[in-house]
C-alpha cells in the first residue's frame, strides 16, 4: 500500500495532464483526484480494507482517464483527435501493417496524427517518423485485427487498459506476501529462461528497456546463476528481440535505421528537435548549441553514462544481491540516460522515480527483521 501511495502523487499529476487536454471540468478533475487520492491515504490507515482500496484506487488513477478520454474521442465531436500522438500513431502502424505497408518510413500526417494535439514550438516530429520498434505494433496486433473484423473499431488504448491488468497481476505476485514469496524464491531458482523471453520482448517494444538488462544478469549471477544459465537466458531474450525486429530490417532497412536511429540520435533537417529540460535544453539555452535540430554528440555521452552506471551496479549488486537494487539502478539508468539525450520530459523523469521508489521500498522490506 505504501508503494501505492507513493506512486499516486506522481500519477495523480500526469493524469492531472491527461485530462486538462481532454477539457474535462474543473470540477470535476479536482473532485475525481481529491476521491482518489483521500482513498489513497485511507488505505494506509485502513488495513482491513487495503485489499479493496488499492485496486480501486489503481483503476481510478489509470483506467480513469483511459476510458472517458475513448468515450469523449468517439463520442464528443471535436475538432482535435482526443488521443495521444504516440498511441494513434501505434494503432495507425498496426494498421498499415494490416493493409501490407511498412510502418517504417510512412507519411503518418496523411494518416491523422496531425490532428493530435501538440503543444511544441516545431511540427509534431512523429509525422514522418515511427521510432518505437516493432513491439509497440505487434503486440496488440491479433487483438487490434480481430477488433476491426468483428466491429469495425478500434482504439490503441484498449491495450493499454488490458496491458494493466495484466501488470498488476504481475505485481501482485510479486509484492511482498505469501505470493510474492513464492513467486520470489521460484524466480531466484531457475525461472532464467523465461526471464530473459519476456526482457526480450520488452526491448523490441521499447529500447530504453536494454537499459535494465544489465543489471538482471549482474542479479542473477549474484544470485548463484551459473553462466550456462544467463547464457541460454540472454539467448531466448536475443530470440525474441530478433524475431520482432529482423523481419522490419529485411523489409526496408534505412527506413528502419532512419526512423529509430538516426531520426532520434543524428542532426540536421530531420532530427529529432531538442526539446524538453535535460541537457540537450540547457545547452540550447545557453548558446552551445544553436538550432533545436543542430547535431551534437548525444550518443557518446549517452553510452558514456549508461555505461559507468551499469558498472556500478555490477559491484553494488554483486556485494548485496537484493532484487530491489536492480529496480533503483535501473530507474537511475532510464533518468540519467536520457537526461542527456536529445529529449527528457516529465514523464521520464517520473518513470525513474517510481522506479527508484518500488526499489526503496523494496528495500525496507528487506531491511526489516
Not at 468515450?71 to 482526443?82: G, T, Y
Not at 533518468?335 to 517520473?350: E, G, I, K, N, Q
Amino acid at each position: 500500500m505504501l508503494l501505492l501511495l507513493v506512486l499516486a502523487v506522481p500519477t495523480a499529476y500526469v493524469d492531472w495532464q491527461i485530462v486538462r487536454v481532454w477539457s474535462w471540468p474543473p470540477v470535476w478533475s479536482a473532485t475525481w483526484l481529491g476521491l482518489t487520492l483521500l482513498a489513497a491515504g485511507l488505505g494506509v490507515v485502513w488495513l482491513d480494507g487495503r485489499e479493496l482500496v488499492a485496486p480501486l484506487v489503481a483503476a481510478s488513477l489509470y483506467a480513469g482517464p483511459i476510458i472517458t478520454a475513448i468515450a469523449r474521442l468517439h463520442f464528443v465531436p471535436s475538432p482535435v483527435a482526443l488521443i495521444g500522438d504516440g498511441a494513434l500513431q501505434t494503432q495507425q502502424a498496426g494498421d498499415l501493417l494490416l493493409r501490407g505497408t511498412d510502418p517504417y518510413g510512412a507519411d503518418y500526417a496523411a494518416l491523422g496524427l496531425g490532428r493530435t494535439p501538440w503543444a511544441e514550438p516545431f511540427p509534431n516530429p512523429a509525422l514522418h517518423h515511427t521510432v518505437f520498434w516493432p513491439g509497440q505494433f505487434l503486440l496488440p496486433l491479433p487483438l487490434q485485427a480481430l477488433s476491426q473484423t468483428l466491429l469495425h473499431w478500434w482504439d490503441q488504448r484498449v491495450f493499454l487498459l488490458l496491458a494493466g491488468v495484466a501488470i498488476w497481476i504481475l505485481l501482485r505476485q510479486l509484492l511482498p506476501g505469501t505470493a510474492g514469496g513464492a513467486a520470489a524464491v521460484a524466480s531466484q531458482r531457475q525461472r532464467f529462461l523465461l526471464m530473459g523471453l519476456v526482457l526480450g520482448l520488452a526491448v523490441a517494444t521499447k529500447q530504453h528497456a536494454l537499459l535494465a538488462a544489465p543489471f538482471i544478469v549482474w542479479w542473477a549471477l549474484a544470485r548463484g546463476a551459473s553462466l550456462s544459465v544467463v547464457a541460454r537466458s540472454a539467448t531466448s531474450g536475443m530470440a525474441a528481440l530478433v524475431a520482432l525486429l529482423l523481419p522490419f530490417v529485411l523489409w526496408n532497412p534505412h527506413a528502419f535505421i532512419q526512423d529509430t536511429v538516426v531520426f532520434v540520435t543524428g542532426g540536421g533537417a530531420d532530427a529529432y528537435p531538442i526539446n524538453g529540460f535535460g541537457l540537450s535544453a540547457l545547452l540550447l539555452s545557453a548558446g552551445v548549441i544553436h538550432g533545436s535540430r543542430d547535431s551534437f554528440p548525444f550518443a557518446p555521452i549517452e553510452s558514456v553514462v549508461g555505461i559507468a552506471l551499469w558498472v556500478f551496479g555490477y559491484v553494488w549488486i554483486r556485494a548485496h544481491r537484493q532484487l530491489p537494487d536492480v529496480l533503483i539502478f535501473s530507474g537511475l539508468t532510464a533518468v540519467s540516460v536520457l537526461f542527456v539525450s536529445r529529449y527528457f520530459h516529465d514523464t521520464h523523469l517520473l518513470l525513474g522515480l517510481e522506479l527508484m521508489g518500488a526499489g526503496f521500498i523494496g528495500r525496507l522490506r528487506v531491511l526489516q527483521p
